[in-house]
């Protein structure tokens, strides 16, 4: 039975065939402890969307184990995912809904009573500045308005494990700082974050811990500066560059071509 000592996510050899026969996750295994900010990085088509979409159940892996504070995520899906909220990184929207009936919605879908729906709403709608945009629309609201309650959606239920995939991206430097400064919030109260970005100086200042990952693999797991001991550089920035073989992209070589 799951018990409190369990860990927030736990994937052991995760993999993942699709019918074309690509190999998107080729035996990963990551854990993350309850309270951690992880961070997941690598190029485009890694396999980091097919490892949080086979932990939320929108993709069935074809090996390995998935767990969320205990629960099974395959075989314990309800439970599993109960404990999960997901911002994804497409704007998911339904554009003829409002602002308050996407939460509400989102909120009955995962058992909440409507009174505690109700007050819930109201909460992250002001915690997100979108009172004033309550009864409009979703396809009313600019692009920055939209991610806000995309995040506020995911939050709704009160999930154990919140995953941010791309959460920043497209948005402003006040609306990125806004959401950054939230989520080390709800992280400091005791939400489980695993964030994927493209933004490195967002993994660098938000996660503790970091997992690289190329062609479905897990590459080097640790801190920022355990990863920049690994690959023998300076930084998140220039290990980073190591790991998809761009070193001579390096901010420190084009510094000194320009002191040169």
């Known amino acids: 039975m799951p018990g409190t000592k369990d860990k927030a996510l736990e994937i052991v050899d995760l993999k993942k065939r699709y019918p074309t ?13 309850p309270g951690d900010f992880y961070g997941l990085l690598g190029p485009n088509g890694a396999g980091k969307s097919t490892l949080i ?6 993709a069935q892996p074809t090996g390995g184990s998935i767990k969320v504070f205990g629960h099974d995520a ?4 309800g439970k599993a995912r109960a404990a999960v909220g ?10 003829f809904l409002t602002c308050e009936e996407t939460l509400d919605f989102h909120g009955g879908y995962f058992g909440m009573q409507k009174q505690d729906r109700k007050e819930r709403t109201k909460e992250l709608l002001e915690i997100f500045s979108l009172t004033s945009k309550a ?10 308005m939209k991610r806000r309650l995309i995040l506020a959606r ?33 992280n400091a109260e005791g939400v489980t ?20 990952i190329a062609n479905g693999e897990i590459a080097a797991q640790g801190t920022s500066e355990d990863l920049a001991r690994r690959y023998d550089v300076v930084n998140l920035e220039d290990a980073y560059l190591a790991l998809v073989g761009r070193r001579e992209l ?10 040169a």
Request: glycine share 6%.
């Open 53 to 58: 979409h086979c932990t939320t159940g929108l």
């Open 135 to 144: 009864r409009e629309r979703t396809r009313a609201l600019s692009g920055g």
């Open 86 to 95: 997901l911002a994804p990184q497409e704007v998911n929207l339904d554009q």
């Open 193 to 212: 974050i695993l964030l994927t970005t493209h933004y490195l100086e967002e993994a660098d200042q938000l996660c503790g811990r970091i997992a690289f």
């Open 21 to 33: 026969g690509v190999e998107a996750l080729r035996g990963v295994s990551i854990t993350i402890e």
């Open 74 to 77: 395959i075989n314990d899906y």
């Open 250 to 259: 390096s901010r420190s070589l084009v510094d000194d071509t320009l002191i």
């Open 154 to 186: 995911a939050l709704m239920h009160r999930p154990r494990l919140l995953i941010l995939d791309e959460p920043t991206a497209g948005v402003d430097i006040e609306l990125r700082l806004e959401l950054w400064h939230y989520v080390q919030k709800i």
